[in-house]
């Protein structure tokens, strides 16, 4: 049996007033209150992995309402965080598509539309990522299949990492895919599903 990853409950940010409410096997979140509220993933990153997130509303048309990407897995998500303050965040923030590396700001794109969907390819070994929407180009101009190509941002080798969602208005909300359902788009050549028979290490262990 195949197990994919989801949104993980009980691994999210609690001291606004737990305004997150998950549903659709928990791949589908919408916020609550104009608080920040972020959710870690059940499976961590590993090698390379492909997943699409679609933004379904979001409170305003412009500006950081949402984000995902990946995140070091012990980051604080308590209180007042936001992914893209943190310096082990690498991912988008959206409407206003602005990609993180590391926690800094890369080159700011297109307004996001309610509807459409932010395609992610993640490279372990590379330390690289690339988004587009829908089955447009890779933006940066890149190619996930080419190593040597230019990515969309970059992160830190050596780090485990959990895939997280955040939000921040009222009624902001999207669904992931992180292969279960089957993509809307194809994944580039060498992407795997963040599934249990893709990522046999699927089960993060306390150092201490």
Known sequence: MVNYCTWDGNNRQVPNGNTIVLS??????????????SIK???PFHGKQYIEVKMISNSSSVGSR?????IEYNANIESTFTPSSNSTFSGIVFPRLTPYSDGSAGSIGADLTNGQTICLAYSEEDQKWWYRVNDG???GGGDPTVSSSTPSGTFTSGKTYLWINHLYGTDDENITDFGG??????????Y???????HPEATI????
């Open 24 to 37: 659709k096997g928990n791949l589908q979140v919408v916020q609550g209150s104009n608080v920040n509220q």
């Open 41 to 43: 993933s059940t499976f």
């Open 66 to 70: 949402q984000s995902i990407g990946i």
């Open 137 to 139: 180009a890779w933006i």
């Open 181 to 190: 359902s089957g993509y809307a788009y194809t994944p580039p050549a060498g």
């Open 192 to 198: 795997n599903t963040v599934s249990s028979d893709k």
């Open 205 to 208: 262990t306390d150092p201490s």
